[in-house]
């Protein structure tokens, strides 16, 4: 099947782009979007484990960096990398809406070492949104539960029952330096 390696880039690719849809009506979606995008912007960080298969009980942090885009449709950028022990993976993922849905892409995408995104939807506090990579279909859901925590699962299509194989628990990084004047 898939080296380690790959599984887990494949994994933490799915997770970045985690942080992002659920249920909306389509024309009221996109101003809600564009709200949902902007409350996710922002530095995130925190741990994940994979809960089913080969590899589960694996263990990893994850700091990503999400950036809303400006401009008349809402989409998403993040950045950053997740760790398993001494290995650093890079993290990328773009989400850009397409009509009523959303398309885009982990990594370089599912021609490469990633995963497409293939649709999604926005609602207030949450993401759903349809990854696939070759024979490999999933979801991944992205929920605010409050405005600095955000839970993220990744379920794979196993006959016909999806089965949740990644969560990750991120928190809203905050710059909480001091900020004085001097009298």
Do not use: Q, Y
């Given at each position: 099947m898939y080296s380690r390696p790959s599984l887990i880039a494949c994994s933490f690719a799915a997770v970045t782009l985690s942080a992002l849809v659920a249920t909306a009506t389509p024309a009221?979606?996109?101003?809600?979007?564009?709200?949902f995008f902007e409350q996710v912007s922002g530095q995130w960080k925190g741990p994940g484990e994979i809960v089913a298969g080969k590899y589960k009980g694996t263990k990893f942090t994850c700091d990503l960096t999400g950036d809303a885009a400006q401009g008349k449709s809402a989409s998403i950028k993040l950045d950053g990398?997740?760790?398993v022990g001494v290995f650093k993976q890079p993290m990328s993922a773009v989400i850009t809406q397409a009509g009523n849905s959303y398309k885009g892409?982990?990594?370089d995408g599912a021609s490469g070492k990633g995963l497409d995104i293939i649709s999604g939807n926005v609602s207030t506090d949450k993401i759903v949104v349809g990854i696939n990579r070759k024979k490999l279909n999933g979801a991944m859901i992205a929920r605010l539960q409050d405005a600095s925590t955000m839970?993220?699962?990744?379920?794979?299509?196993?006959?016909?029952?999806?089965?949740?194989?990644i969560g990750v628990s991120l928190s809203r990084q905050v710059d909480t330096m001091a900020v004085g004047s001097i009298e």
């Open positions: 009221l979606s996109g101003s809600r979007d564009k709200a990398f997740c760790r892409k982990f990594l839970n993220i699962t990744i379920s794979v299509k196993v006959e016909e029952t999806m089965v949740p194989v």
